[in-house]
């Protein structure tokens, strides 16, 4: 079990560019997170999906921000025009789904825009 | 949001030693999570509980969903402990997300 990967694990943009990240969650799990670390803020939640339905997308931004689940076996974050204060740990996490269990994280993605 | 207030904002600890964080919230809550963040930023899940009590190894938690608030003890602190301790929880219906204390920091010194 290779745990959840995240792709690419750094990413530099420039602003006003787009950034697409990846995220492959534990084979068998069917709830998909998105959280973003940073110093100011910490950790937040993002977005949530069960068996690929977004479920609870309470802390994505309104704008430029926008999340995916294709299929089982990963979700896509993506951030248009992105912009400084976009920059962060970008964590995925997944668990079976069945409620009150664990959540496994995956390295995160840092995202620096410049 | 949830307000979660995590205490002590850092501890120092000698190796061999024990202490317990706090993880304090403010409404009723369905389950707690608990992660060790290492030095390289990965988030490694300790417990995750939805009442009373877990131990693995050198680490405790409990959890009391009526008294609002969480607990890790760490005994026989090794150097390998260090890192920022999170809690975090689950509350609400319908949805998992987690939602995050600022952390303890843990030094454990030789």
């Known amino acids: 079990n290779a745990g959840v990967i995240q792709t690419p694990r750094h990413k530099v943009t420039g602003k006003g560019q787009e950034a697409t990240l990846w995220c492959e969650p534990i084979?068998?799990?069917?709830?998909v997170f998105w959280y973003r670390q940073t110093i100011v803020q910490g950790l937040e939640f993002l977005t949530y999906?069960?068996?690929?339905?977004?479920i609870d997308d309470s802390g994505m931004p309104k704008e430029r921000f926008s999340a995916q689940m294709p299929n089982q076996s990963h979700s896509t974050l993506k951030i248009q025009s992105t912009q400084p204060q976009d920059s962060a740990v970008y964590l995925c996490?997944?668990?079976w789904g069945t409620g009150e269990d664990t959540q496994y994280f995956g390295p995160g993605t840092r995202l620096l825009v410049l | 949001g949830m307000p979660v207030e995590q205490n002590p904002p850092a501890l120092s600890l000698y190796e061999g030693a024990e202490s317990g964080l706090r993880c304090n919230f403010s409404?009723?809550?369905?389950?707690v999570q608990w992660f060790q963040q290492n030095h390289r930023g990965r988030l490694i899940t300790l417990f995750y509980?939805?009442?009373g009590t877990k131990e693995n190894g050198r680490l405790k938690s409990t959890f009391n969903s009526k008294e609002r608030y969480s607990t890790l003890h760490i005994k026989d602190a090794q150097l390998e402990d260090s890192g920022t301790y999170f809690c975090?929880?689950?509350?609400?219906?319908?949805?998992?997300?987690?939602?995050f204390g600022d952390g303890t920091v843990l030094t454990v010194k030789p």
């Open positions: 996490a997944s668990s």
């Open positions: 409404t009723t809550m369905k389950g």
């Open positions: 509980l939805a009442q």
């Open positions: 975090a929880v689950e509350g609400g219906t319908n949805t998992g997300k987690l939602t």
């Open positions: 084979s068998g799990h069917s709830a």
């Open positions: 999906f069960r068996n690929q339905a977004p």
